[in-house]
């Protein structure tokens, strides 16, 4: 005696569906599971010379001072890729306050492995203040106050065997005064 319900076969399709997805994540759970997080939030204190030969040549003096970095670091790593991650910023105080700067820099880098292959890509950003000092054509010294740097790298590598291995990668960057 057969059953007398009858299934739509939309519902029916959709039943099949949750059933293999839900096999497929119960049996790649292991492998989808490990990940290993770290996150560093930290502060870093540096005293500072500096007596550039810019400076040196109009007899300038040296200039002293203190270097703050406070910085955020998350790092994910997997069996087939990494992903990094770098906030900071960085105050300056010299005593000389005109070169007084509050700098800020974004650093990432993602990795994804194959079994031959891996790809990825490192991303920067940077927007600081420079402490050198450039000469006009007319002889004026001229400071460079703000500066953003973007730099972006990517790169793909193929593994021949396990002795040889084949690279590319390239760098892009350009620099805003």
């Known amino acids: ?8 076969p939309k519902i029916a399709l959709r039943s099949t569906i949750f059933l293999l997805t839900g096999i497929t994540l119960l049996g790649t759970a292991p492998v989808v599971s490990f990940a290993k997080d770290a996150s560093r939030l930290g502060i870093v204190q540096n005293f500072i010379y500096d007596s550039n030969p810019n400076m040196l040549s109009r007899a300038a003096d040296s200039i002293y001072g203190a270097a703050t970095r406070v910085f955020f ?8 890729s990494s992903l990094n991650a770098e906030v900071s910023a960085t105050q300056n105080v010299f ?6 700067s509050t700098d800020y820099s974004l650093k990432t880098n993602y990795q994804k492995n194959l079994q031959r292959w891996s790809y990825g890509i490192g991303a920067y950003a940077g927007y600081d203040t420079t402490r050198n000092e450039d000469v006009t054509t007319a002889g004026i010294f001229t400071r460079s106050d703000n500066r953003l740097t973007l730099n972006l790298s990517p ?6 065997s396990a002795l040889k291995e084949y690279s590319l990668s390239t760098t892009w960057q350009s620099g805003y005064y």
Do not use: G, V, W
């Not at 005593?95 to 007084?100: A, V």
């Not at 790169?155 to 021949?160: D, F, G, L, N, P």
């Open 73 to 80: 670091i998350f790092d994910r790593e997997t069996l087939l």
């Open 155 to 160: 790169r793909i590598t193929y593994k021949a």
């Open 1 to 8: 005696m057969t059953p007398r319900f009858k299934t739509h």
């Open 95 to 100: 005593d000389d306050s005109s070169f007084n």
